[in-house]
């Protein structure tokens, strides 16, 4: 089976895309020329696509729903984009988590490969915390990005500018569901940007501003 860049359904551009008109142009130059790692075609074109400007100059989608077959690289882009925030965009806190926190470490012991060892982001890198249960790499500015779990206390205190969350609903039994839910909502109101993968469409449809029913490559149904 091969699959496609280009996905059979979703959302055109308001205009023209070009480095002037969305960030994933420099995502994908910041993945190329500095982690010297290139993202996969599809990484690319959602990287474009997703990170669309808006004629105001800020981020055109509050939410981006993307369905990606599992082993195709969701954690690697998931680690590229969280550098490209902290590194390039200037992020103050990147706050990672996941049904388990031990593959939100994954994810996070990337970055911290990438910054301690990249010669380009070596130098923004201060230290690196390795607690029980507490991970944090800190970089210079004060940017941080932290390890928490998928529980009301993982943010508390936090004001973070991305969460990443790999299938953070896997596992939990309704009372923690119930809860990450509400936490991603409150965050969400604080402007928060929440990037996460999940395949379970029920959870999809209650946590997204814009619900779209895909039935044989068309939508059917959007509201």
């Known amino acids: 089976m091969k699959g496609e860049t280009e996905p059979r ?43 669309e400007l808006d004629e105001a100059g800020g981020f055109r989608f509050q939410t981006v729903l993307t369905l990606v077959g599992r082993q195709n690289g969701k954690t690697t882009f998931a680690r590229i984009l969280s550098d490209f925030f902290l590194a390039i965009l200037g992020v103050k806190v990147v706050l990672g988590t996941a049904q388990n ?86 965050m969400c109101g604080r402007g928060t940007a929440i990037f996460f993968s999940t395949h379970v469409l029920d959870v999809a449809e209650k946590l997204c501003n814009r619900v779209v029913i895909i039935k044989q490559g068309r939508i059917i149904a959007e509201g």
């Open 101 to 186: 926190v031990d593959t939100a470490n994954e994810t996070w012991e990337g970055s911290v490969a990438d910054f301690e060892t990249n010669p380009v982001l070596k130098p923004e890198a201060v230290r690196t915390l390795r607690g029980a249960g507490n991970r944090i790499l800190e970089l210079t500015d004060n940017r941080r990005y932290k390890v928490a779990a998928a529980n009301r206390k993982g943010g508390r205190g936090l004001s973070c500018d991305l969460i990443l969350m790999d299938e953070p609903f896997v596992g939990l039994d309704p009372k923690a569901s119930f809860t990450l839910k509400e936490f991603m909502r409150q």
């Open 9 to 51: 359904v979703y959302t055109p551009p308001l205009r023209e895309l070009t480095p002037d008109t969305s960030l994933g142009y420099a995502l994908a130059a910041f993945a190329r020329d500095v982690l010297e790692e290139p993202l996969l075609p599809w990484q690319e074109w959602l990287a474009i696509h997703a990170l």
